[in-house]
């Protein structure tokens, strides 16, 4: 019998995975206002990314900075807890990740808007060392 073992032959880090906050996911995809689930659970990065995205879109890049840069920090707490050294692939195709990498791009472009060009551009290296696809989904639709 043939098994998986998931080895990282490159010798990096092992992906980081998030675990899911089936709640909160819930709540969102329900239709329920990003604030509200922000409110209820703070730690969920994806609430914290929609505000991100709403509020960039409505033209306000400061708010939406906020909103970004404390989804940002909240999903670090997390990939810090799920054993992330500071460095190593956070893979989008693990839905529980999409929230801090939503954040940690919508951080990019809002920096960009305010003319923090130093932190853009830490943000979107970060972004491409964590997942190229995230990099690649997520600047094809901002």
Same mark, same amino acid.
């Given at each position: ?9 490159? /010798? ?15 709540? *969102?995809?329900?239709? $329920? ?13 994806? #609430?914290? #990314? ?18 970004? !840069?404390?989804?940002?920090?909240? /999903? ?29 791009? #919508? ?14 551009? !830490?943000? $979107?290296?970060? *972004? ?6 995230? $990099? !690649?989904?997520?600047? #094809?639709?901002?």
């Amino acid at each position: 019998m043939l098994m998986e073992t998931h080895e990282n032959l490159l /010798g990096g880090p092992p992906p980081t995975l998030l675990p899911d906050n089936p709640d909160a996911r819930q709540m *969102l995809e329900s239709g $329920a206002k990003a604030a509200d689930v922000a409110a209820r659970f703070p730690a969920y990065s994806a #609430a914290w #990314a929609v505000l991100a995205d709403d509020y960039f879109a409505a033209g306000h890049a400061v708010t939406s900075y906020a909103f970004a !840069r404390t989804g940002y920090h909240r /999903g670090l707490d997390q990939l810090r807890r799920a054993g992330w050294k500071g460095f190593g692939p956070v893979p989008w195709d693990h839905e529980p990740n999409q929230g801090f990498l939503r954040c940690l791009n #919508a951080l990019a472009r809002a920096a960009q808007a305010i003319g923090e060009k130093d932190e853009a551009e !830490r943000c $979107a290296q970060f *972004l491409r060392d964590s997942s190229e696809e995230a $990099a !690649r989904v997520l600047t #094809a639709t901002t």
